[in-house]
């Protein structure tokens, strides 16, 4: 199922290029093996078959883990939910 995830992501990857900044709000460490951060985004997408531009503005959860304190920190959750008008 991993392969398939990445072979999916490496794909949609192939198709859009991303110009979006994040600010980054707020990060509160759990415990030694789990972190949150909350974080902003804004800036545009662009699709590769069109040619397209598209506003982003999001917010966004990332629940960070690793495996003991000396680990480097991975996205082991993330959501987000846009901060864009309906239209």
Known sequence: MN???EAACREISGMIRLDITFEIDE???VSPAVACARTRSAGTTRIL???AQISEGN???FVLIRDDAQSDWKIGRYIF???QPWG
């Open 3 to 5: 392969a398939q995830i």
């Open 27 to 29: 990060v509160a460490v």
């Open 49 to 51: 078959a069109n040619d």
């Open 59 to 61: 917010q966004e959860l």
């Open 81 to 83: 939910s846009t901060t």
